[in-house]
């Protein structure tokens, strides 16, 4: 780590929602990516005029932006890729995240001023790897997945100091070596490369092995099948020091084509994380309320990766699904004579116990009375999603703060 800064909390950002959910919620630096040439493509992801306007807000907001460009063009992409490379640096973007060695090279060329990050799509696992990217002009390597936090220490004890380092600390973990996936490819046509995978280790199946004898594998769960290749979400938040301390410069939430719910409460938790290690680094220790935060959005079951070594158990054999546990009943807008004003997500009704998440806060416990429309009528419920409504008698919250509710049951 720099020794004059704190590790920059970096957010995804699939859409503007997102983006500004990022920036609400304290990341130093959000990631995104165009209509093409990025490895993600449910997202709506953002037009050159978009782009452009993103940012113009994240830097009005002191947060950087990086771009993704890091699929392994063909000839005909590469055609395009320097009239969109300038595109890129006349929007005044912080950096370019690529993976292929020719793109380097050619934004070198086309657009100078751009820093290079180089994307985890790489696979960098060794010092001697990540010291010749910094020679071709990269300012950051974003790691293999796979590494130790030893083997990091290694990488940053033998590389030169001005080499940024970032590393995953949150979210889905892929199967294959750095995320170089042929499976879906292979079995639907949707090429993982071009941000389009259908996530086939996710799925279910049956396995039977005939020329192995003596070797038993737990090749079903019950009669829905065995999901043997799904692996756990990556959750780093209780050792950030560790990072920190073998020299991660950057801490990547992964997510970009989640949620802005989950964008909001994992920025927000990482981001007081940061703040509470820096504020004692010697000492740092996460308290419940904050460690409980990661698990209040759509997970699966939480693991360490590979920072420890080699995973013990780092699939979920028995489901290939999310641990979802609340919703989202409101955003608020404001707040105006003694009511809250806020924006209806989910169904909820007077009485009801929410917790309201606040950028950059923890989470305060409150009860809802009366719910009010835009004219004033009284509510039986909140049955209407994007519904503005009036909440009165609560105290006042910034705009954009979360108002959620623990699911039934």
């Keep these: 780590m720099k020794k004059d800064r704190l590790p920059e909390v970096l957010s995804p950002a699939g859409d503007r929602e997102r983006l500004e959910a990022a920036v609400r919620f304290g990341a130093d630096a959000v990631y995104l990516g165009g209509k093409e040439f990025g490895m993600r493509s449910s997202p709506l992801n953002f037009t050159q005029e978009e782009l452009a306007c993103a940012v113009e807000y994240c830097h009005g907001a002191g947060v950087k932006v990086y771009v993704t460009c890091n699929t392994v063009p063909t000839n005909s992409e590469m055609e395009r890729l320097p009239g969109y490379l300038k595109e890129l640096e006349r929007a005044g973007v912080d950096a370019l995240i690529v993976a292929d060695i020719g793109v380097m090279a050619l934004c070198k060329r086309a657009a100078p001023s751009l820093e290079l990050h180089v994307s985890t799509q790489a696979g960098v696992a060794n010092f001697v790897t990540a010291a010749e990217l910094f020679h071709m002009g990269a300012s950051r390597v974003v790691l293999a997945r796979e590494l130790s936090l030893d083997e990091i220490a290694r990488i940053r004890e033998n590389t030169p100091p001005e080499l940024e380092i970032e590393a995953f600390v949150h979210g889905a973990m892929c199967m294959s070596f750095s995320g170089r996936c042929l499976l879906s490819n292979y079995m639907v046509g949707r090429d993982a490369n071009r941000g389009e995978c259908a996530q086939p280790c996710r799925w279910g199946y049956y396995l039977m092995e005939e020329k192995r004898p003596g070797q038993y594998f737990p090749v079903f769960e019950d009669e829905g099948g065995s999901y043997i290749l799904n692996a756990r979400d990556l959750c780093m938040i209780e050792h950030l020091d560790r990072l920190a301390a073998v020299g991660v410069d950057s801490f990547k939430i992964e997510g970009r084509a989640k949620s802005a719910y989950y964008v909001s409460v994992v920025?927000?938790?990482?981001r007081l994380a940061v703040d509470l290690y820096g504020r004692d680094p010697e000492h740092f220790s996460l308290p419940n309320w904050l460690r409980d935060e990661v698990y209040k959005v759509s997970h699966r079951r939480y693991d360490t990766g590979f920072y420890f070594g080699r995973p013990v158990d780092g699939q979920c054999y028995e489901s290939g699904g999310y641990i979802r546990e609340y919703d989202v009943a409101a955003v608020v807008d404001g707040w105006e004579d003694g009511a809250l004003l806020c924006t209806q997500r989910n169904r909820f009704f007077p009485g009801d116990e929410l917790e309201a998440?606040?950028?950059?806060?923890?989470?305060?416990?409150?009860?809802?009375?009366?719910?009010?429309?835009?004219?004033?009528?009284?509510?039986?419920?909140?049955?209407?999603?994007?519904q503005r409504l009036r909440l009165p008698g609560l105290p006042p919250f910034p705009a954009g703060t979360i108002l959620r509710k623990r699911q039934d049951g």
């Excluded at 920025?267 to 990482?270: E, K, L, M, P």
Aim: glycine letters at 6%.
């Design 357 to 386: 998440l606040a950028p950059k806060s923890r989470p305060e416990a409150l009860r809802t009375g009366r719910i009010l429309d835009e004219t004033g009528a009284e509510l039986e419920a909140a049955r209407h999603p994007m």
């Design 267 to 270: 920025t927000n938790a990482y």
